[in-house]
């Protein structure tokens, strides 16, 4: 090796040695992980055959949304079971998720939402969460497990079906 050579080597490794630095110098708790998580396990995992677009309406109150996925991707079926006190960490999907609440009670959070209010959903009710980014926070604030079982929609082929995310700020837990 030459001189010129050894001397850009030495230059990309000390800036290969900065960045390694920075990086583990670096917050790492940017996301918020989940807590009390007794269980997460998924059940199933298929994509669509033939091309198949999705779109949901809902009404709350006065406001609709409109969800709309072309050639939805994967589809994922999970079953989670969450302790009381316990959180899913705040996140955000892919694709729609539809959620059933077996039992318990489900305190949901909403990042945009200044007041920090909670859509309680107990034992026996259904909604969608519209994911494409929508950053959210389901809690046990019951004294039971909180059991929900989620099917998430236009998963992409990596399986990726949670996308964590930091906390907004807009609650005090």
């Not at 298929?46 to 949304?65: H, M, Q, S, W, Y």
């Not at 079926?77 to 318990?104: E, F, M, R, Y």
């Not at 082929?157 to 930091?166: L, T, W």
Request: with cysteine; glycine share 10%.
């Amino acid at each position: 090796m030459n001189k010129l050579s050894l001397s850009c080597f030495k230059g990309w490794a000390a800036l290969a040695a900065l960045a390694t630095t920075l990086a583990s110098s670096a917050p790492v708790a940017v996301a918020t992980p989940g807590e009390g998580i007794v269980s997460a396990i998924v059940y199933a995992s298929a994509g669509f055959v033939d091309p198949t677009d999705l779109r949901f309406r809902i009404t709350k109150g006065n406001d609709r949304e409109r969800i709309t996925v072309n050639n939805a991707g994967n589809t994922v079926v999970q079953q989670v079971i969450i302790a009381p006190a316990g959180h899913t960490g705040w996140h955000s999907h892919p694709g729609p998720a539809v959620v059933l609440i077996k039992s318990g009670a489900m305190s949901f959070y909403d990042s945009e939402d200044p007041s920090c209010t909670a859509r309680v959903y107990s034992a026996g009710d259904a909604f969608v969460d519209s994911g494409q980014g929508h950053v959210h926070i389901a809690r046990n604030e019951g004294s039971e497990n909180l059991e929900l079982w989620v099917t998430y929609f236009d998963v992409p082929a990596d399986g990726i079906f949670r996308i964590d995310a930091a906390d907004p700020g807009n609650c005090m837990f």
